[in-house]
């Protein structure tokens, strides 16, 4: 029988849809409250609602699924309003596909690497209230624990601008990027969150076991597109940075530590059509991590997709650098910019250079539509390793 709602007919099935996402036992009540709030109405009548699912192309670690959830709902002034909502579920790393790929006892020695809970605290929190001026979280409405290893994110729907991320774009980001860094109000949010993927777990744990041991074999470097990308001079100076990994840890280590995103490639900044802010998504590896430590992927995130082509590096690592430093300054920090430079060209050659050679071709081979992919990243390991030279101390 259908259910009625305010005069308005709302269907049990759509209700019933949303029954894996955490409304708990009064689903409409609770969506009813999410509505209104996210409406800025003391209170409404949800009138219809509908459930999709969000793609996503890329392999998640610890996200299970999106959605988006919408419909139309009717306020106190009797005024029919669309709301929308982006629904994250997230989970522990040992529930992913990807982690059934991997062997024991590796599985488990990498699951610190992979942490989860990270986003259901921070959207549980008031961080927003404390970001940098010019950036921004979309609110959380609802953050539901699911059972003990997963929970649902209900966040507000922010329509994405599309935009070029051009010279300007990204100083712009790399300058943010160093305020939140620096800044002493949103430091507390970030010095209680456990350690995840840190520069010396992804060495010890996943490089010297996954990548390092591979790195010495000739059959290694014959690998299909391998070959044909990365000459003898780069394999030498990928062998020689995995050799030295060990030191360039500790000397990471050795560095200052700062707030840090984690992941701050183009594509968890976001430009919506609400305003100018960046709008920080995916916290998974939110936390303290070495000074600089940003600026690696939003200065390789694109070129990695296929966005940008890696010869833009040279400029593109000064010209954010030069950002990022001012970002810093102008929130107190004085850490010299030689070491801030020396930091994340440290931390893109552990996490980037001496693992260039994409893991999933080693079983599924390269094919002709993946050499530009390896190309790439040949391209992005030379640059990174020059950089390595010129920022070491005589």
């Known amino acids: 029988m259908p259910r009625t709602v305010g005069g308005a007919t709302l269907d049990p099935a759509a209700l019933d849809d949303l029954d894996d996402l955490g409304l708990g036992p009064e689903p409409l009540s609770r969506l009813g409250s999410m509505v209104a709030a996210q409406l800025g109405r003391p209170r409404v009548r949800v009138c219809t609602v509908h459930r999709r699912d969000h793609p996503y192309d890329r392999p998640a670690l610890t996200t299970r699924s999106r959605h988006l959830v919408g419909g139309t709902a009717v306020d106190e002034l009797g005024r029919t309003r669309e709301y929308a909502f982006f629904v994250k579920v ?19 020695q990498l699951a610190p690497l992979m942490p989860w809970r ?19 979280l979309a609110p959380a409405r609802h953050v539901a624990e699911l059972d003990a290893e997963s929970a649902a ?26 305020r939140l860094a620096a ?42 597109g391998v070959a044909e990308t990365f000459d003898a001079p780069l394999r030498r100076r990928i062998v020689a940075a995995a050799d030295a990994l060990p030191a360039l840890v500790d000397e990471l280590e050795s ?45 390789l995130g694109e070129m990695q997709l296929g966005r940008r082509p890696a010869h833009e590096f040279p400029e ?17 920090s004085t850490v010299p910019a030689d070491r801030v430079r020396r930091a994340h060209a440290l931390a893109m050659t552990i996490f980037h250079a001496v693992p260039a050679v994409p893991y999933e071709i080693r079983d599924a081979g390269a094919g002709p539509e993946l050499q530009p992919l390896l190309a790439t990243r040949a391209a992005i390991a030379r640059y990174v390793l020059d950089l390595l030279d010129a920022t070491a101390r005589p």
């Open 118 to 136: 990270t986003e259901i605290d921070l959207y549980r929190s008031d961080l927003a209230a404390h970001l940098p001026t010019g950036l921004g």
């Open 183 to 224: 800044s002493p109000s949103v430091a507390p949010y970030a010095v209680d969150v456990p350690p995840g993927r840190t520069p010396r777990r992804f060495a010890e744990h996943w490089l010297a076991v996954k990548v390092v041991p591979d790195l010495g074999t000739e059959v290694y470097w014959r690998q299909p």
């Open 153 to 178: 994110l209900w966040l507000d729907h922010l329509p994405v601008r599309p935009v070029r991320r051009d010279l300007a774009h990204h100083r712009r980001a790399a300058y943010l990027l160093g």
């Open 90 to 108: 997230v989970q522990a790393w040992r529930r992913s596909p990807l982690a059934a790929e991997v062997p024991e006892p590796l599985r488990s």
């Open 316 to 332: 593109l690592e000064r010209e954010c650098l030069a950002a990022y430093v001012r970002g810093l300054r102008d929130e107190g």
């Open 255 to 299: 560095l200052p530590v700062t707030t840090a995103h984690g992941d701050a490639c183009t594509d968890n900044l976001l430009l919506t059509t609400r305003d100018d802010d960046l709008i920080m998504i995916d916290f998974g590896f939110w936390g303290r991590a070495p000074v600089g430590f940003d600026l690696g992927q939003l200065l």
